[in-house]
């Protein structure tokens, strides 16, 4: 239930919201959008201009390493080959128009976020983070990437924020308040909390978004309102939703 859960999710709001909607899974190492989408089996089409012709599911147009790899080998690619990788994703795709493209980038701040931020003008980065410290750390390494490629944060999600009791009060698993205070600290908007909702983990599990499969729980109804909130700040047509790493040990 990480950020390619959400990255996926976010996409699936935006295309509820009207947008049309595409999903790039960058995630070269451990690509996990052809799970969640339910798109396990299916391989992409080559146009008749020999790009590949993404996949359709939930609304969404998508396209990931997963669909041309076996998804259960070793992707022991160095630097090199995983930015060349990269490159074919973003220039050998007929996406057609689109109003958003959510680009699920992998964990880190390495070559493919900077061959992102030097090739495609992003309207900016969404980051997801725990609250817990150990995974702050890499929330301001990503702070601090994306300031100097001059590429805009939009916002901080805090995933995992509490698990809902059966007496209604919330249980502070990895703590409490940690993105929204890294975020003020940045001077970056917070989008909102995300809880841990085993309704989302089903979901993921059995490629079904939950945004497209049960819009009105909890953790749906917060991430479509993190959504509209994204496309009210939106002037360009492109958002990065990098692969922050949290932790959950």
Not at 223 to 235: Q, R, T, V
Request: proline share 8%; net charge negative; glycine share 10%.
């Amino acid at each position: 239930m990480g950020k390619s859960t959400l990255a996926v999710n976010l996409a699936c709001a935006f295309a509820a919201l009207g947008r049309r909607t595409g999903l790039l899974d960058l995630d070269i190492y451990g690509p996990s959008a052809p799970t969640l989408l339910g798109l396990a089996d299916a391989k992409p089409e080559i146009g008749p201009d020999g790009k590949l012709i993404p996949l359709q599911a939930h609304g969404l147009r998508s396209m990931s390493i997963g669909y041309i790899v076996d998804v259960d080998a070793p992707m022991i690619w160095r630097g090199p080959m995983a930015t060349q990788a990269v490159r074919q994703m973003l220039d050998d795709v007929a996406w057609a128009p689109l109003d958003v493209l959510v680009l699920d980038l992998p964990p880190g701040t390495g070559d493919i976020h900077l061959t992102l931020a030097q090739r495609l003008p992003l309207d900016g980065a969404v980051i997801v983070s725990t609250p817990q410290e150990l995974a702050l750390a890499d929330v301001r390494r990503g702070l601090a990437m994306f300031e100097r490629t001059h590429v805009p944060v939009l916002g901080v999600i805090e995933n995992m924020a509490w698990l809902a009791q059966p007496d209604g009060t919330r249980l502070a698993i990895f703590g409490e308040g940690g993105a929204r205070r890294t975020a003020e600290a940045a001077g970056a908007p917070f989008l909102g909390e995300i809880p841990i909702d085993i309704a989302l983990r089903i979901s993921a599990d059995a490629g079904r978004p939950l945004v497209a499969s049960d819009p009105s729980s909890p953790a749906a109804a917060a991430i479509l309102g993190m959504a509209a909130s994204l496309l009210d700040h939106l002037d360009c047509d492109v958002i990065a939703t990098p692969a922050i790493r949290f932790t959950t040990a």
